[in-house]
């Protein structure tokens, strides 16, 4: 170091005094060594040069495209370089010189004048969370041409009777049970008693599927929900049993075993079905494989799970029991649950994942509670709450308009519409006399299905747009049976 | 009290590189949020240089960045660092989107000789308030980051530097058919940092 620094220092001052002579030794020639490139370019003499810099000159007209720092810097190296040169004597041929200066030039005539190394740290960072969809996406949104943006509804009537009442006799007023779900082939299921109907929605043909405990002994139906194909229905069955069953061929295909009490709650997330019992265990079941089940969670919920819904992107269930838990647990990962949440104060039944933003779940607690919560799960933070004042049964959001439906107990056994997320009623929806039990959205997500204590099964036009342009084309006929019915006006038909 | 407002006018090589990679990290930290990275939820709020900006709290993008930015402000110090480069690309195709570039011009005499500089703090913080308001205001000119993204840091150094062991040689990711802004840049009168962006601009191509 210490013999270093002295023999450095004078060379690079020398060389740094040089340079600054050069410098200045160039800075009249300057106009001069730029003329002279010019002139070197075109054969003919320039007579004089205009001094106005934007005109350019004739034979340069533009020299907008030209890096004049560039070229200044070029130049200057090239005096800098005779000048040295006729100091050191260099032992380079003159055209050496020149092919090593072209050679240099060709190569460093990048944006980086200068060589360098590209270090990328060898640990990336993290991926965003799986289904992260980009928060800016509402800016872009917003301002968007009025011809591309829908237009805006300003009044959108909702009517406050019910367009059709159906009777549901024996349906069984437990609040822990989900006996009622709407497939994507709209073809309602509901569960009365021991017996599975399929009620279809575009014909009105009704038509008994199963009926539990034909072998001698009790049982009944505890919870039905429709695989995304529409034709497969999973049946969660009092005796622990869970059937899967083609709906098309009325035929049973498999039985999925693994809980030792009633399985009240079933959820599907693509093959994958989820299934929560009295015996506060959840079991993933992967419908195809030989070894159904992929996953057992347990030791989260102590009492009987009644709540059980996958994110709309599969990748969290939320589950909900009587122990007035909320679980909300990552797809890839069951030994425990992402966010444990005790903020209800009774059991979590109602649940509802946000179709309009990711991450987003309204769950509604029983009768000690009444509230309607609302949470990020990505936090497990509590975004909202509000107290109905009543038990909450289920809960249902539109597919289309910012709003949320609930469906209540004692004492109204109303719905209620909310607008999210300032939680402002906008309509109340009267008509049962019992509990309303169990919510199902139809396909087209305009109608909301209802099946109550009172043994009926009423369907509400709640979110419906009046437009028939907005009806997707597979639910046309549903449509079309539709318009019959309002023609032959409120129409009671009796299941069975 | 009087020495210590003396004190503030010098900047030294150290203090420096202590302001430019306390930048790195803000800025850093500000697009991953501006630009929609990373979810919402992960960030929060802390008041830096007289603003409020916002820092994104997963435990694995902090460690990435303490890792990456000790080593950044190491070659700070040795002047060997000659632009950082902030690459967004899409996790699907893995293509480069976005490309956010901080140019460095070391002072070549504060790093051999260790001479000091004068400029007082509060004009270092206001240049640097200019370049996160307009990192704030880019989301108004570009495009809207459609797919879930990644990003990654380059440093561009010296070519007689040294290669840790826990970096890697990458190439530059460039993108093609791109559109550039120039941004304001700093200056501690050591370290100049020049801000610019580069994004995927399909349309002027066609």
Redesign the interface.
């Known amino acids: 170091m210490a013999c270093k620094t002295p023999v450095k220092t004078p060379l690079?001052q020398a060389c740094r005094e040089r340079r600054a002579a050069n410098c200045q030794e160039y800075q009249s020639p300057r106009p001069v060594a730029l003329f002279r490139s010019a002139k070197k370019s075109t054969p003919c003499k320039t007579p004089s040069r205009i001094r106005s810099p934007g005109k350019g000159d004739r034979f340069i007209p533009s020299r907008r495209a030209m890096d004049l720092d560039v070229a200044h810097f070029t130049l200057m190296q090239e005096s800098a370089k005779e000048n040295a040169g006729s100091h050191a004597s260099d032992c380079l041929s003159p055209t050496k010189e020149e092919y090593k200066r072209q050679l240099a030039g060709s190569l460093l005539r990048t944006d980086?004048s200068?060589?360098?190394?590209?270090?990328?740290?060898?640990?990336?960072?993290?991926?965003?969370?799986e289904g992260?969809v980009?928060?800016?996406?509402v800016?872009?949104s917003q301002n968007m041409d009025p011809a591309v943006r829908p237009a805006k509804k300003a009044f959108r009537h909702i009517p406050s009777a019910p367009e059709r009442i159906l009777d549901a006799p024996e349906l069984v007023d437990d609040y822990y049970l989900n006996l009622l779900d709407w497939s994507a082939r709209n073809t309602l299921a509901i569960a009365l008693g021991s017996t599975v109907y399929l009620w279809n929605a575009a014909s009105g043909t009704i038509q008994e599927l199963m009926e539990a405990g034909n072998e001698g002994g009790e049982d009944y139906v505890t919870s039905v929900a429709w695989a995304g194909d529409g034709k497969h229905l999973a049946v969660g069955l009092g005796s622990s049993e869970v059937q899967l069953w083609d709906c098309e061929a009325n035929k049973q295909i498999r039985s999925l075993r693994g809980h030792s009490a009633r399985v009240g709650a079933l959820s599907w997330s693509g093959p994958t079905l989820s299934s929560g019992g009295r015996d506060s265990l959840i079991l993933n079941h992967d419908v195809r494989l030989r070894e159904h089940i992929t996953a057992r969670m347990t030791g989260a919920h102590e009492q009987e799970i009644c709540g059980l819904k996958w994110s709309p992107s599969g990748a969290q269930l939320a589950s909900g029991g009587n122990d007035n838990l909320l679980h909300v647990w990552d797809a890839a990962q069951s030994a425990a649950p992402l966010h444990r949440i005790d903020q209800h104060q009774a059991a979590v039944k109602a649940l509802a994942w946000c179709p309009f933003q990711a991450?987003l779940l309204a769950s509604g607690g029983g009768t000690a509670d009444r509230c309607i919560k609302f949470w990020?799960t990505?936090?497990g933070?509590c975004v909202n709450s509000i107290d109905t004042h009543s038990q909450v049964c289920a809960l249902q959001w539109s597919p289309t308009e910012r709003e949320l439906l609930s469906s209540h107990g004692f004492s109204q056994n109303q719905l209620c519409l909310w607008k999210y997320p300032s939680m402002a009623k906008v309509a109340e929806l009267t008509g049962h006399t019992a509990r309303v039990l169990h919510l199902a959205l139809s396909p087209d997500g305009t109608t909301v299905a209802s099946a109550a204590a009172d043994e009926t099964l009423r369907f509400w036009k709640v979110f419906g747009g009046n437009d028939a342009a907005s009806v997707p084309a597979g639910t046309r006929g549903k449509a079309a049976a539709k318009a019959q019915d309002s023609r032959s006006g409120l129409r009671s038909i009796n299941i069975r | 009290m009087a020495t210590a407002g003396a004190t503030r006018e010098t900047i030294t090589l150290k203090g420096s590189t202590a302001i430019v990679t306390e930048f790195f990290g803000y800025a850093v930290d500000s697009i991953l949020y501006?630009?929609?990275?990373?979810?919402?939820?992960?960030f929060t709020r802390v008041k830096k240089y007289g603003l409020s900006m916002l820092v994104c709290t997963?435990e694995?993008?902090r460690d990435?960045?303490k890792?990456?930015l000790s080593?950044i402000s190491e070659w700070l110090l040795t002047g060997k660092l000659?632009?950082l480069v902030l690459v967004v690309a899409s996790?699907a195709t893995k293509e480069v989107l976005e490309r956010w570039a901080f140019n460095i011009e070391t002072d070549k005499e504060s790093v051999?000789t260790g001479t000091t500089r004068e400029k007082s703090d509060k004009e270092i913080m206001s240049e640097i308030q200019a370049i996160v308001r307009q990192i704030t205001a880019s989301?108004t000119f570009l495009p809207?980051?459609?797919e879930?993204?990644?990003?990654?840091?380059?440093?561009?150094?010296?070519?007689d530097?040294a290669?840790p062991s826990?970096?890697?040689?990458?190439?530059?990711r460039l993108i093609n058919k791109s559109a550039e802004v120039k941004l304001r840049s700093f200056s501690t009168k050591v370290h100049q940092v020049d801000a610019m962006v580069a994004y995927k601009n399909d349309d002027e191509g066609d």
Request: charged letters at 20%; proline letters at 7%.
């Open positions: 690079g980086e200068e060589q360098c190394r590209i270090l990328a740290f060898k640990h990336k960072a993290p991926a965003p969370p992260h980009n928060p800016m996406r800016l872009y991450n990020n990505n936090t933070a | 501006q630009r929609g990275i990373y979810p919402e939820e992960n997963d694995r993008v990435y960045l890792q990456v080593q000659q632009k996790v051999q989301i809207l980051l459609d879930t993204c990644t990003f990654d840091l380059l440093a561009y150094t010296a070519a530097s290669v826990t970096w890697e040689e990458s190439d530059a």
